[in-house]
């Protein structure tokens, strides 16, 4: 007779232990999903995925069975840590390698950095991707928001980010969203660790179009890349691979604005975006 598999030795993700903790706190409380939809205004449908692992939770939902239950920040700290599971295995090499990373250059084709985006900016992509209920994507949208705090923490990379001019005239449908993700990147140039760039369609053709490239450079001074198109993405570690992609990446920044032209270029988007003011006459 078979004995039975042991999973003695494998170590638990943070996600496993979010469920685990969310299912032992309301099971202590003595409350059942109802009462618990009701005290939070989650359905009971979506705290039981929650208490599965089949969901991830956003910091709103977190938050508020923190406060049901009375333990500070204790779970959202542990969401912190499990929200990792909610991207694919290829892309979290990826994001281990951008944890260590010194500097990190990044060209953007499609849509603005995911560093760089508002929340309604971030969700209108997220919309237009593919069909999703608001839960998973309020999940999706706070992970993305999360890695921005990169750029703010203590020794942050330097991040130089070249915007494709059609990024920029790709605008959000929502106006006055669009005109706070302007600003929003008018803000973010001015981080002392921030370098932005536009490049004008009178670049003409280079080696990158169509492709949104990522390099970033680890401590032992290995360089890495990472390029995605518009339903894949593609981690490559090879040296001369990443080679080639970083001297295209050259080749666009001495094509693009310089980051004070840049920043006068969006200056002249947000004056051309911004609805006028109707004459009171």
Sequence with gaps: MGGRKSNAGQRP???????KELARLREESGKSLATLGEETTYDRAYLHKLETGARVGSPEVITALSAVYGVGEQLLMLWQLARQDAFADKYKRFMQLEARATVRYTYSAGAIHG???TEGYA?????????????EMSEEIAARLGRQELLQR??????????????????????KEWTRQLEHLLEASQLPNVTLQVLPFNAGPHGLMGTSVTILWLPDGKAVAYTEHAH?????????????LRLSYDLIRDLALSPRDSVAFIERLIEEYTPCAPDPT
């Design 13 to 19: 993700s943070a996600r496993q232990m979010l469920a």
């Design 115 to 117: 560093l760089l985006q």
């Design 123 to 135: 969700r209108e992509v997220f919309e237009a991707t593919r069909p999703r209920d608001e839960h």
């Design 154 to 175: 203590e020794n942050a990379p330097h991040f130089r980010a070249i915007l494709d001019e059609s990024v920029l005239r790709r605008k959000a449908r929502d106006p």
């Design 232 to 244: 894949s993405g593609e981690l490559i570690e090879d040296p001369s691979e990443v080679e080639k």
